[in-house]
């Protein structure tokens, strides 16, 4: 195993153990699993809607999204990805892709195959344990967006997602204090939450008046974490972070 497949793999041995504690058998066995790493521009799609992939992809830098169309052109973001995530892990077992993926930055991405990854968890049941805990925790994150889209304000809407992209990006080792990497522009915030770019716009110069934000190019930094969690209505409890269960 060479040192730049190890450090790739070290970004999804993270993020599993952000929620999951691992062995060294099945670390190791994550170290070696084979991986094609190719890079992505922004904006591209890694895989479509209606697709049937043989294979998986692991985001080891850049954050993507995935979403779906409507049939008049709107774009419904149902959750961003960031390094460690397997976003379309689900097709392992769907056969047909039910949304799209692409990035939103440019990216490095590691494809697996489903082959391997049928392999990998018939030998480790406990990393077959990890990766459906992973989709499970998808669908709490879907379910918590949704509450926010039906019933949050777009002042709260905005700040959870903020406060949920910080925890995410510190469970993987990404966050300096309390800032953090935030290239969603400000369509994509609308695009995600069910508001429009003009009012995501007017409530992000609200929360930096309010001193609850800091933006500076593509850096977010929370000055008063605290009242932007309580603004937010965030409880990380969906997330399900080794790190947050300990502490309760």
Known sequence: MDATHQ??????????????????????????LPMQITAIKEGQDIVRQGDRPSRSCLILSGFTCTYKMTGDGKRQIHNFQIPGDIPDLQSLHLKVLDNSLGTITPCSVGFITHEDLHKLCKRHYRIASAFWRETLIDGAVFREWMTSIGQREAYPRIAHLMCEMLERLRAVGLVNGYSCEFPITQSEIADALGITPVHVNRVVKAMRADGLIELKGERLNIPDWETLKKAGDFDPTYLHLESHQAAA
């Open 7 to 32: 450090f790739t793999t070290a970004i999804l041995i993270r993020k599993l153990e952000s929620s999951f504690t691992l062995t060294s058998d099945e670390r190791q066995a994550l170290e070696t």
